[in-house]
Every structure is written in C-alpha cells, then in structure tokens.
C-alpha cells in the first residue's frame, strides 16, 4: 500500500526532513512506501535541499508553490486549484491512499476530481484554533468559518484521522458529527532516532560545552525550537533569572531557525548580554548541543488550540536525557511527570529554579538516566512507526475483507 503525504510548508521549517522522513523510512522498511507532494513557498535552495533529502531515502517527491498575496486569497487559490497537483501526484506514484497533513492540503484534497483513493487526514492539531489564539484571525470571520468547514468536511471524507492527543480526538469528533465514530480517530507518536537523539558520554558533553564557550560545571538550561509568543521566551529568560540567584554561572542555550527573532524577544525580556547563546545549528548537530544542557524548556502559553499539540522537543530533551520544565497538560507528558522528570510550569520560575537545582543538579547523572528511559518507552521513531502502521494495516486489512477500498463517507 502506497501513500501520498501532502504537506503545506513555509521556508522556516524542516520538520519534513526532520520528522517525517524517518517515520516515512521505516514504514518503507515495512512495505508502506511514502512519497511526499510538498506546497511551499521559499527559495529553491530549500526545496532542493528537501528534494535532496527524500530521494536519499527513498522517498518520492514533488513540490508546487504557493501563491502568496492577493490580499490573503493567494493561499486559498493555491489549495483549490492545488486538487489537480494531487490527482497527478497519486496517479504519477501510484498511491493507493492519500493523507493531506493540516487544514490547507485537506482543502486540496477535497478540490481533487477522480481521486478514487481513501484519505487519512493527519490533523496534527487545531490549525484554526491556533490562528485564532496566535495568530490574530477572528473567530467570527469567514476564514475562520471556511476552515473549521474544510476540518469537518475532510473527517467526514476520511478512513482514518491522526491525532497528537485525546483531546484533539474529542474535540475533532464532536465537530465533525454523526456518522462519524470514535472509531475513526488514532492517536500517533511524534517519535524521534534514538540512535541520534541519545545523551552521549560525559567526554563528549564536555567538549561540546568547550565548543560553545559554556562554562564546564554551570547550569544550562536549552531551548530548542520556533520562536514565537506562544513559545514564551520571556519566560525562559524569567526562569534563567532565578536560576542564576543560585548558580551565578548559569546560560541559556536556544537552537532555532530564526535567530535574529530569538535575540529580540530574549532583549525585550530584559535577558542580560553574556548569559545566553543562540544559533542556528544543522540538524545532526542538534543531538550532541542538547544532551551538554542540564534542562530542556518547553514553555507554552496554554491555550484552547494547544491541548491538541505533542511538542517533538519534549521527545528530544527526554532522549538527550534531559529532564523538562513546561506545560505538561500540552502533550501526553503523564509518564516523565510520575517519574520526576518533568516539572510543572505551572509552580512558578522560583519554584522551577529551585527544582533546577536542587533536585536536577544535585543528581543529575540519575535524572538523565531516567529522562532517557522514559523517552525510548514513550518518544521513539519505533513506536511512532508502529503507530502509523497500525492505521495502514487496518485501511489494508478493510480492503482485503471488502474486496475493495473502503468508503470515503
């Protein structure tokens, strides 16, 4: 069974090489082949680079842009007429499925004619909802409306739908309606290598630490990932605040894609010059600068869209063997919680200082062990591969039983 994954991207992000294309590599290995019809807009480096990548694995690939502008329609014109991409992608692979990732490739989708195929929406989210609390748009507005329309018309189409969280489930079915089932709905792990993403040995911490100018023995804490309000970098620096009224030595380390943005809102929060480090590293690199941190931050403002979100930096701090402090109720985080590994932000940056220090430095090398374990139980590529196979089997075995694909209604 061959799948089509169609993607909506913008040139900041790289979670389809990152993500995706390991998952995507595994089901391979199990005879669930995967090419990817990517709608972005940035430059051609970047969609080279993606090109490169999938066809280094295997993956079949074909990307069309998106029309930008137009007083905002660009996007909308793209999806619709962007159906007939999808028509010729599927039957250029030959996929026997079709699995649009978000809001705007589902509108695609459902502007596809003769695309006789089953559908998996991955919703991975609330995208609408996320507009609304991030992003400016008004619930009462007709974009708000057209989307939520487009979320509830392709659960309907669909044989299956992916989700992040019980939540999302709940929410994504009440929606949707009668005839739809709870049936209908799969929780899938947003996993991670660990075989990359692992916590070294103590030599190798060290010498990364060197590399980076941060002090040997001083408390590090790191932030990997998009910068934005909702990731509340004003509170990462309130926290190295209080963490340094205890370890006067300690840094905060922030890996992202948008490092001038990162510096800004660092500034605005008042962080001090000389007690952070941003950059923008390559994602090999990524493993070996998180596993020299001590703790991994993974602030969120909680929000209606965000019980619907798995955050793939939990799973990397935890495999890097670093203990967390965020939200937990955003994500599944129950498990590295019970196991004192994860630090409710709730209880303030004093608290979560205290905790930083007492508890984290004072026995680090156990609290690293434990991180790591409940990683590879709960945030491995492996049981995300399992989770996607577990839908493809059951779509495989519903053909088999009916002798034909089964419904889209």
Not at 130 to 135: K, M
Not at 226 to 249: F, N
Not at 269 to 292: E, H, W
């Amino acid at each position: 069974m061959r799948t089509l994954f169609v993607t909506w991207d913008g040139p900041q992000v790289s979670y389809v090489e990152s993500l995706f294309v390991p998952i995507f590599e595994g089901l391979a290995a199990h005879g669930y082949p995967v090419d990817i019809l990517q709608f972005r807009w940035g430059d051609a480096a970047q969609e080279e680079k993606v090109r490169s990548v999938c066809t280094a694995s295997g993956i079949g690939y074909r990307a069309r842009p998106i029309w930008r502008g137009v007083g905002g329609l660009g996007p909308f014109a793209t999806a619709l007429a962007g159906g007939r991409a999808i028509t010729a992608a599927a039957r250029h692979f030959g996929s026997d499925l079709v699995m649009p990732r978000s809001l705007m490739p589902a509108l695609a989708t459902l502007a596809a004619r003769g695309l006789d195929r089953p559908i998996v929406f991955d919703a991975d989210g609330l995208q609408a909802d996320e507009r609304v609390d991030f992003a400016g748009l008004r619930p009462e507005g007709a974009v708000y409306r057209i989307l939520r329309d487009v979320e509830a018309q392709i659960i309907r189409r669909s044989t299956a739908v992916l989700a992040r969280s019980p939540r999302a489930c709940d929410i994504l079915l009440a929606r949707a309606g009668p005839p739809v089932g709870s049936q209908r709905f799969h929780i899938v792990t947003n996993g991670r290598d660990v075989a990359a993403f692992h916590p070294g040995d103590a030599t190798t911490r060290l010498a990364v630490r060197d590399e980076l100018g941060l002090p040997a023995d001083a408390t590090v804490l790191v932030y990997a990932g998009s910068v934005g309000p909702q990731y509340r970098l004003d509170q990462a620096a309130d926290l190295l605040r209080h963490v340094r009224q205890r370890d006067h030595a300690a840094r905060l380390l922030v890996l992202s894609g948008s490092p001038a943005d990162a510096a800004s809102a660092l500034a605005a929060a008042g962080c001090v010059d000389g007690t952070f480090t941003i950059m923008r590293s390559a994602p090999a690199d990524v493993p070996r600068y998180l596993a020299a941190a001590d703790v991994g931050i993974a602030f969120r403002t909680p929000s209606f869209s965000m019980q619907a979100v798995a955050p793939v930096k939990v799973a990397e701090y935890l495999l890097c063997g670093l203990p967390v402090i965020g939200n937990p109720e955003i994500g599944d985080n129950r498990a590295a919680s019970s196991a004192g590994v994860f630090f409710d932000s709730a209880a303030g940056n004093a608290a979560g200082a205290d905790w930083v220090i007492d508890r984290v430095r004072a026995d680090r090398s156990a609290l690293r062990d434990t991180a790591r374990r409940i990683g590879v139980e709960h945030c491995s590529l492996d049981r995300a591969v399992r989770d996607y196979l577990g839908v493809l089997r059951d779509i495989r075995g519903s053909e088999h039983t009916s002798g034909q694909s089964p419904s889209l209604g």
